[in-house]
Each structure stands twice: as structure tokens, then as C-alpha cells.
């Protein structure tokens, strides 16, 4: 069974729009992590956030946030006033204290695409 | 100053043929990852070490060997490389096991 699930495949959207991932994720644990990662064209893959169980503040980093809802085993990425640079697959990932050794399972991953 | 670097960066190979992947940090972690990722961007974990030592180990061909001379390092050797090898390879680290992971540039594999 899939522990990450991201729903959205492609989200294409035009400069300045916002764009929600949506990141749905499966656990038992009662201790996890939470990340977002980005993969822009080039390939590299480029550590965003990370967020403990414990901890359910969102966040907000310049035109990145984050909302956690462990209501609904959530944790969407917005972004805010997107641009072209912001293109890319963007992954999120879990990381589980006792079932998983903390390995890192990873979601298939949501393309934007910001047109100019 | 690259904090997690692959070489090579390309490897086109035949079927057949023995190859590996060096993986290097200079972050001072413990903990060191092989991923692969398909063609549909999927990634998966093969391996993880914790200061040299094997602590995961996926559900990989007994083809694929890694070895960690140090806390530093993390190689990939592939025996025998076949068609569905072909894929890109990232090397991780983290401070340990629970922290965020930095990935390296990735080597993409050919086997032709």
C-alpha cells in the first residue's frame, strides 16, 4: 500500500496564479516526519521542509507554506504568486520512527508547470 | 564546497558489463542512502548505512553491491548490468536517520 499518496499528477497554472499540492499520507506511527522536496528540470533534488508529528504549526517560508493536518493525514504545499522558476516535480515523503527504520517513502510526485 | 557529489555524472554501458558509482559527503552525517528513480520519476531507497554500517537493504538484485570505506563514502557497484538497470541514481546523506536528506547531482545509467 501506498504510504504517500499525491493525487495530482500535473498542475499547470500561469505566472502570479497560486498552486496547492495536496500530499495525503498513511501511518501508524505515532512518530514521523513529514518533507517536501524539489526536483526542478535540471534533476537535482533540493530539500524544502521538514515537519515532525509533533508538531502541527503551519509554516511559511517567503512564497512557500506549508498547512499539517494530522485530522486528515495531510500536508499541502502552497505555493504563493508562482514564477517560472518554480517549475518542477515537486515530491513529498515520509519518514517513520518504528515501522520504517525511518526510511524515507517518497510520493510519485506533482509537475507544475508556471507558464509565463 | 559540493555538499554530496556523484561521479560520474553520465555512465553509458552495454549489457553485461560490471560499473560502479562513488558517492562522497563532506557534511560530517552519519547516515549515507542509494535511491533509484525510473523513468516516471518514481524513487525508491535501495540501501542506507549508518557509519559504515548496513542498516537498510530494499528488495535490490544481489547484483547491486554497496561498500562504505568511511563515514564519508558510499560506493555502488552493479554486476552484470541489464536493460531495466537503466535509471538515475541518487546518493543521500543525513546528520541520522530521523534529519532531512541532501541528495547529490544523481548519475544517469544507460545499459544498451
Known amino acids: 500500500a501506498q504510504k504517500v499518496t499525491q493525487a495530482q499528477t500535473e498542475i499547470s497554472v500561469v505566472e502570479k496564479e497560486d498552486v496547492t499540492l495536496d500530499c495525503v499520507y498513511e501511518?501508524?506511527?505515532?512518530?514521523?516526519?513529514l518533507f517536501w522536496y524539489k526536483q526542478p528540470p535540471s534533476g537535482e533534488l533540493v530539500f524544502l521542509i521538514r515537519?515532525?508529528?509533533?508538531?502541527?504549526q503551519n509554516e511559511i517560508s517567503g512564497r512557500y507554506s506549508w498547512n499539517f493536518q494530522k485530522s486528515t493525514s495531510s500536508f499541502n504545499f502552497t505555493i504563493t504568486a508562482s514564477q517560472v522558476v518554480d517549475s518542477a516535480v515537486y515530491f513529498c515523503?515520509?519518514?517513520?520512527?518504528?515501522?520504517?527504520?525511518?526510511?524515507?517513502?517518497f510520493g510519485a510526485g506533482t509537475t507544475v508547470t508556471v507558464r509565463a | 564546497d559540493t555538499a554530496v557529489s556523484q561521479t560520474p555524472k553520465y555512465l553509458v554501458t552495454q549489457m553485461g558489463n560490471d560499473k560502479s558509482i562513488k558517492c562522497e559527503q563532506n557534511?560530517?552525517?552519519?547516515?549515507m542512502y542509494w535511491y533509484k528513480q525510473d523513468s516516471k520519476k518514481f524513487l525508491k531507497i535501495m540501501f542506507s548505512?549508518?557509519?559504515?554500517?548496513?542498516?537498510i537493504n530494499e528488495t535490490v538484485p544481489n547484483r547491486f553491491s554497496p561498500k562504505s570505506p568511511d563515514k564519508a563514502h558510499l560506493n555502488l557497484h552493479i554486476n552484470s548490468l541489464e536493460l531495466g538497470d537503466s535509471a538515475v541514481y541518487f546518493c543521500?546523506?543525513?546528520?541520522?536517520?530521523?534529519?532531512?536528506?541532501?541528495f547529490g547531482p544523481g548519475t544517469r545509467l544507460t545499459v544498451l
Open positions: 543521500a546523506s543525513s546528520l541520522k536517520s530521523y534529519n532531512e536528506q541532501f
Open positions: 501511518t501508524r506511527d505515532t512518530t514521523y516526519y
Open positions: 515537519r515532525n508529528s509533533f508538531d502541527e
Open positions: 515523503a515520509l519518514s517513520e520512527a518504528l515501522t520504517n527504520d525511518y526510511k524515507l517513502s
Open positions: 557534511l560530517g552525517h552519519d547516515t
Open positions: 548505512y549508518n557509519n559504515k554500517e548496513l542498516i
